[in-house]
């Protein structure tokens, strides 16, 4: 049988793994080992994170429903609580939307809430 020569196959994969570990400081970006190490916890952090971004956004669109609301003198909690009485169903995404671009609407659907 031939002799098979990997060389080549070992610096392609070698090079894929530094181009993605470019950037990275110290033996995480000379060592093959340890830059694969590193590839592996940054996926594992970029996934997690992908789940906090949307805890996040509902944050954000609770402080600006939050300040829609101390506005028109009713607090979050208990405009939360009516819209739910009143069977309105709409999500917090579009509420915030509503709140900062069409403050007017905003007004309605709290006096509509409040009746």
Request: aromatic share 6%.
């Amino acid at each position: 049988m031939a002799r098979v020569k990997r060389g080549i196959m070992a610096a392609k994969k070698h090079r894929k793994i530094r181009k993605a570990v470019k950037g990275y400081m110290q033996i995480r970006r000379s060592s093959i080992k340890n830059a694969k190490e590193a590839i592996l916890k940054a996926g594992q952090h970029s996934y997690i994170d992908r789940k906090k971004k949307k805890g996040k956004f509902r944050q954000l669109w609770i402080l600006k429903i939050n300040a829609a609301c101390k506005a028109n003198n009713i607090s979050y909690r208990e405009f939360i609580y009516l819209l739910k009485q009143n069977k309105i169903e709409m999500n917090r995404k579009v509420l915030s939307q509503l709140a900062v671009e069409h403050p007017q609407m905003f007004e309605n659907i709290i006096e509509q809430v409040k009746k």
